[in-house]
């Protein structure tokens, strides 16, 4: 069974960091886009960083560039997160596209194309 595991969330000052983990079981994370995407209430989900596996392309959001860091390691994919503003509050997923599509730089990963989700871990920021 595909299922992916999210942790780390919690509530840190601005400037603050965190670190998600992304626990995969259930297949490989060799060779697949992995992508973590940001929901605040009201507004639409958000992909703002995705990673090929396959060959280490990556993709950032404008918003969080230079800020987060994604990693990965046999079947964990990590979000490292530097100087957390208050507009980073939100829940993040990581999920899985297991289509064989990769990242591109140029574009964010679209919810549409990912077909396995975790179930969410809650990061606020507090000014």
């Known amino acids: 069974q595909v299922r992916l595991v999210e942790s780390g969330g919690g509530s840190v000052q601005s400037g603050g960091s965190l670190t998600l983990s992304c626990a995969a079981s259930?297949?490989?994370?060799?060779?697949?886009?992995i992508g973590w995407f940001r929901h605040d209430p009201g507004k639409e989900r958000e992909g703002i960083v995705c990673?090929?596996?396959?060959?280490?392309t990556t993709y950032y959001a404008d918003n969080v560039k230079n800020r987060f860091t994604v990693s990965d390691a046999g079947n964990f994919v990590w979000l490292h997160m530097n100087n957390l503003k208050s507009e980073d509050t939100g829940v993040y997923y990581c999920a899985a596209d297991l289509s064989g599509r990769v990242c591109r730089q140029d574009y964010p990963p679209f919810v549409g194309s990912f077909q396995s989700w975790g179930q969410g871990t809650q990061v606020t920021v507090s000014s």
């Open positions: 990673l090929s596996t396959r060959d280490g």
């Open positions: 259930g297949f490989s994370l060799d060779d697949y886009a």
